[in-house]
Each structure stands twice: as structure tokens, then as C-alpha cells.
């Protein structure tokens, strides 16, 4: 998306933009072709005011010669390589060059159709379209996408008016965060809300009532005041430096995620929110009372989207208990191993205590009680946490016993080993 997958590297490609004339009637000719592919094929509403456009994005699903073989193009009709649709559209829509780094998505560049204008200046240098194709794996996923890629910006602009409260919203649908995990595992930390979209609109207090999703608002203007319908959106009466995006509401632009900061340089409508929407509203006095916090959001999605909530409670349970066990080894067990003390011999007090250390991990991390060796009491509690006190104790307390019976029991399959060798020589 944007135009200009193909103007860079060694053999960048002429792809200008086009006038509304010409977008219309590529899109609606690689509508038609593609519906030779696909039952669903579908383009989002476009931003406002657009002049020109950059490129053409596609999305499409349910491929026809696998729901119905028979549906499909006749077979004999395409190339031994295209057997998959996103290389069989390549060859419908007469694509020259492709660009394919992800496994459900291609940038293609088609040949500008000869008998359409263009209004450059550039010589003869041959003249490309740049379309993006999107293969969604259901109706319902390429449903969500078209609401997430709608009206240009203002998912941009939606996006970073939720963050504050943990909400983000991708291509697979809206999730909430978990802010214990979120700085350290990004990925983790999200759990998925829904990815319907009238849930989530209703749910980000957005209308879908009227023509919102059904054509492209009139101006800038309209975008940004249906944005800001947001039941999150809200702006602080007076900006004094000190905000920052964990506070909600709109934040000092020093203090901007990278993404929102290279929108706010390539992206109009997304720098226009910024510099004069939100200005605007704050000089007005208009919606400087914000209405939820992070908690209240967090409450208000376990009531909307059942199931969420003990989603939610067993991905933090089972994240604090793998970062405790990754203490446990060397905060715990290890370090409650006692140094060597005088007189004993450094070979022994070396290998007897790496012995020990290796067979509590096993005792402890993984229940190998093979040593004939138990912990008197429980070192978990009911939720699985080490009890660390417990632990510590049952280390202190065994540990040269432990590692006496590991030296056994090594020393035992040594002489084993050894006599295994022995018969293997002599017979």
C-alpha cells in the first residue's frame, strides 16, 4: 500500500500516480478478472479528497477452483506456474513484475493501458500500475480488513488514539495489552478481542448506522470529526509538556512512537490531526473530559467480549510463572548452593557441587525424582509458583546429599559403560 513498492532498487519501475479516471477503470477491469478467481473480491473506501491515487489495493477470498474446481478458469488456459491463485492473478491481469514477501499478499506492477491519459511530462519510459493484492483466508477476515484499511488515515488516526487505554487494532483484528508483559514481549501481550467489525466499532463508540463505511467522507473535516466520535478520544485542556502517552489523550510529539512520527511526516491527513484538529478542539474547550482510563477499558472489554477475561488471566499466569523460572535456576537454586568451605579438595568441591546444582534443577524444574529423592512439602503453590522460601530450604538442606547420590549414580553407569566395552571386546 502507497505506490511505491517498485521505484527503489536495482531496476526501479515508472509508477506515476493516476487520476481518479484512470483508477476507476483499472480497479473495475482487475475487479472483473479477478472475479474469475475469487467469489469475494473488494477495494477499500477510499480516503477523502483524493486527487490522485498511488496505487490500487485489492482484497480478495474464497478462491474458486478450490470451493468448486470446476468454477474456476479452465486449467489449460494458464501456465504449469500458476497453480496458486496469487500467481494465477498474476497472469490474468497481465503483470509484468511482482513483488512477494509475504505468503498471502503480492505487489504487482500491470502495464498502464494505452488508450488511458496520462498527464506527465516523463518521456517514453514504459508507464506501470502498481496493485496490491491481499488473499484473505475467510468472507469474515476480508471483512475486517476492509473497515481496517478504510478512509486512508483514520485507522492511523484511531490507532493512535487507543493505544493509551491498551487497545491495538491489526490486520487480524482488535486486541487489549497486558501492560506487564507489553515492554518485553510486544507479541505475548496482546489478546485478541474480536475481529468482527461491528463489534469493534461498537465497542470504540463508533457509528455504522449511515453511509460511514459505505462511501468516502466529503472532506478532511468529516474524517477527523468522525474520529474524534471516538469514545476514547480525548484532548488535554492545556498542553504543558509533561503528557505522555500513557496519560491518553493527545501527547507531545517529542514523545511519539517512531510509526506515529514518520505518519506525521508522510501521511497529511494524520499530520493535519495533529497540528490543527486537536489545537482546534483544545482552544474551543471541546473534549477535554476524558471518560475511561486503562482499567475502566480493560473492565468494559471482559464485559463486551466474553472469554477475554480468563484468556487475559491465564496469559499473565502463565507468563509470570516462565520469567520465575527463569530466575529460579540461578537466583535460587544456585545461589543457595553454599561456597566451598577449607580443607575440602577443589576437584571434589567443584564436581560435587555441579553435580548437586544439575540434579536439584532436575528435582525441582522438573519433577525427576529418579535419585529416590523428594521435597518433604510442596515447593508449588496451587496457581504453580515456586514457594522460593521452600525451595531455598530443600537446596540448603540436600544439596550435598543430592549431589553424593548423583556421584553414585554416575559412577555406577561408568562401571556399566565400562563392562559394555569389555564384552564387546571380548566376543
Avoid at 20 to 35: D, E, F, N
Avoid at 133 to 151: D, F, G, I, P, T
Wanted: aromatic share 10%; hydrophobic share 35%.
Amino acid at each position: 500500500m502507497g505506490g511505491s513498492a517498485f521505484s527503489s532498487g536495482s531496476n526501479p519501475l515508472f509508477t506515476p500516480r493516476m487520476s481518479p479516471k484512470v483508477y476507476q477503470h483499472v480497479l473495475s477491469t482487475c475487479h472483473a478478472k479477478l472475479r474469475e478467481l475469487f467469489f469475494v473480491v473488494a477495494t477499500p473506501i477510499e480516503g477523502p479528497e483524493k486527487k490522485d491515487h498511488g496505487d490500487i489495493d485489492i482484497f480478495v477470498a474464497v478462491e474458486k477452483n478450490i470451493s468448486f474446481p470446476s468454477s474456476g478458469p479452465d486449467s489449460t488456459s494458464l501456465p504449469p506456474s500458476t497453480r496458486d491463485s496469487l500467481k494465477a492473478a498474476y497472469f490474468l491481469l497481465g503483470a509484468e513484475h511482482s513483488i512477494g514477501e509475504q505468503p498471502n499478499a503480492v505487489n504487482l506492477a500491470i502495464p498502464w493501458p494505452n488508450d488511458l491519459p496520462y498527464e506527465g511530462t516523463k518521456g517514453d519510459e514504459p508507464r506501470y500500475i502498481q496493485v496490491d493484492l491481499h488473499l484473505c483466508n475467510s468472507v469474515e477476515h476480508l471483512q475486517w480488513m476492509l473497515v481496517k484499511y478504510a478512509h486512508g488515515d483514520l485507522w492511523n488516526i484511531l490507532g493512535s488514539t487507543i493505544r493509551p487505554y491498551g487497545l491495538t487494532a491489526d490486520e487480524v483484528g482488535l486486541y487489549i495489552r497486558i501492560p506487564e508483559i507489553e515492554n518485553l514481549n510486544k507479541r505475548q501481550s496482546k489478546v485478541l478481542l474480536s475481529s468482527d467489525p461491528i463489534e469493534i466499532l461498537s465497542f470504540l463508540g463508533l457509528k455504522y448506522d449511515s453511509t460511514q463505511w459505505e462511501q468516502p467522507f466529503a472532506s478532511m473535516e468529516d474524517l477527523m470529526e468522525y474520529a474524534a466520535t471516538c469514545r476514547l478520544f480525548w484532548v488535554r485542556p492545556k498542553q504543558d509538556g509533561s503528557a505522555t502517552e500513557a496519560d491518553g489523550g493527545d501527547f507531545d510529539r517529542s514523545k511519539m512512537k517512531a510509526n506515529d512520527r514518520r505518519r506525521m511526516k508522510g501521511r497529511a491527513t494524520f499530520r493535519k490531526w495533529y497540528d490543527e484538529f486537536i489545537p482546534a478542539c483544545r482552544k474551543a474547550g471541546r473534549f477535554t473530559t476524558p471518560i475511561s482510563t486503562r482499567d475502566t477499558v480493560r473492565e468494559d472489554a471482559f464485559a463486551q467480549f466474553p472469554g477475554t477475561r480468563q484468556v487475559y488471566k491465564n496469559r499473565l499466569l502463565e507468563w509470570r510463572k516462565e520469567q520465575q523460572r527463569q530466575t529460579l535456576w540461578q537466583r535460587v537454586i544456585k545461589a543457595s548452593i553454599p561456597e566451598w568451605q577449607e580443607g575440602e579438595e577443589e576437584h571434589n568441591r567443584r564436581h560435587l557441587r555441579s553435580l548437586a546444582a544439575s540434579s536439584l534443577k532436575k528435582i525441582v524444574m522438573q519433577d525427576d525424582y529418579s535419585l529416590g529423592i523428594h521435597p518433604p512439602l510442596p515447593l508449588r503453590d496451587p496457581d504453580g509458583f515456586y514457594k522460593e522460601d521452600l525451595v531455598r530450604e530443600f537446596v540448603v538442606d540436600n544439596w550435598r546429599r543430592i549431589g553424593e547420590a548423583a556421584w553414585e549414580e554416575s559412577q555406577k553407569k561408568y562401571a556399566e559403560r565400562l563392562a559394555e566395552k569389555g564384552a564387546k571386546h571380548t566376543s
